[in-house]
C-alpha cells in the first residue's frame, strides 16, 4: 500500500489522476475500465482527468466506466440516481462515450429481480476484463462502496441497506432525509479487491478518522475500507487534513520519495 499526502485537494485530485492514468496503460490494447466511485471525493480528480484529455495526455474514448454502485427505487433519470451524475460528473467531463457506463440496475423493487441485477452486473464487469483501477472515496463509517461496517470482507456485488449515518450524510444530495433510499446495488469488497489498482481519494479533516481506521488499524468488517490493506496495488492519495489521524506518517513520506538518486 502506497500513501501519498499532498498539501491540499487541489494538489491531491492532480497527484491521483496520474496514479490512475499510469494504471490505465494496459499492455496489450485492450479496452481499458476505469471504476468510477461517486462523492465529491474523487471530483477533483475527475477535473483533472479532464485537463489531461484537454491537453492530449489521455483519451477515454475507447474506455469503459464501471459504477461503485446504485441506489434501489429512484426512477430512471432521476437527477440523483448514480447513473445521471456519473454522466454530469464524469462522462461529460473526460469523454468518456455514454454507452460505455456500466451501472448495477437498481430500478426493481422485487428482491428476486434485484438478485438478478447484482449477478447480472458482476458478469458484465467479468465480461469486461475486470476493472483495470478502481477509484474509491471513504465514507465518514469507513464503507467503502455502499458497503457498511458489518460487510463481508469477500462480498460480491449485492442488495445492501444504507446505514442510517450514511443517509443523513447523503440526505444533502435530496430535498431531505425521507426521499433518501433505503437500499442499494453495491460491488461488494470482494469484487472491488478483484481490480488491479484501486486509488482512494480523500480530503478534509471530516475523513481523518476512518481514515487512519481504514489504513492502520485491524483489518475488520466493522471498518471496511480497512479492506484496502490486503490489495497488493492500493494507492491512497489524503491531503494534510485527511492525513492528519495517521501515527506512521514520517515512514510514509520517506517510501513516497522512492529511492535515493531516483
Same mark, same amino acid.
Given at each position: ?107 426493481? *423493487?422485487?428482491?428476486?429481480?434485484? $438478485? &438478478? !441485477? =447484482? #449477478?447480472?452486473?458482476?458478469? /458484465? ?108 496495488? *492500493?494507492?491512497?492519495?489524503?491531503? $494534510? &487534513? !485527511? =492525513? #492528519?489521524?495517521?501515527?506512521? /506518517? ?13
Amino acid at each position: 500500500m502506497e500513501i501519498l499526502v499532498s498539501p491540499g485537494p487541489d494538489d491531491t485530485a492532480s497527484r491521483a489522476a496520474e496514479v490512475v492514468l499510469a494504471g490505465l496503460r494496459r499492455p496489450g490494447g485492450h479496452a481499458s475500465v476505469l471504476g468510477l466511485a461517486t462523492g465529491s471525493s474523487p471530483l477533483g480528480l475527475y477535473r483533472e482527468l479532464g485537463r489531461a484529455v484537454a491537453e492530449g495526455r489521455a483519451d477515454f474514448s475507447t474506455t469503459y466506466g464501471v459504477a461503485l454502485d446504485e441506489y434501489v427505487g429512484l426512477p430512471p433519470g432521476h437527477p440523483e440516481g448514480y447513473r445521471q451524475v456519473l454522466l454530469r460528473e464524469v462522462c461529460g467531463v473526460i469523454g468518456l462515450a455514454p454507452e460505455r457506463l456500466e451501472v448495477p440496475d437498481g430500478s426493481a *423493487t422485487d428482491a428476486d429481480a434485484l $438478485e &438478478a !441485477a =447484482a #449477478a447480472a452486473y458482476e458478469a /458484465r464487469i467479468a465480461e469486461l476484463g475486470g476493472v483495470d483501477v478502481q477509484v474509491l472515496g471513504i465514507g465518514a463509517n469507513g464503507h467503502l462502496g455502499f458497503n457498511e461496517p458489518g460487510s463481508a470482507l469477500a462480498s460480491r456485488t449485492r442488495v445492501k441497506r444504507l446505514s442510517a449515518r450514511t443517509r443523513r450524510d447523503n440526505a444533502r444530495f435530496f430535498t431531505g432525509l425521507d426521499d433518501v433510499p433505503t437500499h442499494c446495488l453495491t460491488q461488494g469488497l470482494g469484487t472491488i479487491l478483484a481490480a488491479r489498482r484501486l486509488v482512494l481519494v480523500a480530503t478534509g479533516d471530516a475523513k481523518a478518522e476512518a481514515v487512519a481506521a481504514a489504513l492502520e488499524g485491524p483489518l475488520t468488517a466493522s471498518v471496511p475500507a480497512s479492506v484496502l490493506q490486503w490489495h497488493p496495488d *492500493t494507492v491512497v492519495c489524503l491531503d $494534510e &487534513a !485527511a =492525513a #492528519a489521524g495517521l501515527r506512521n /506518517r514520517q515512514y510514509y513520506d520517506d517510501s513516497a520519495a522512492g529511492l535515493p538518486g531516483t
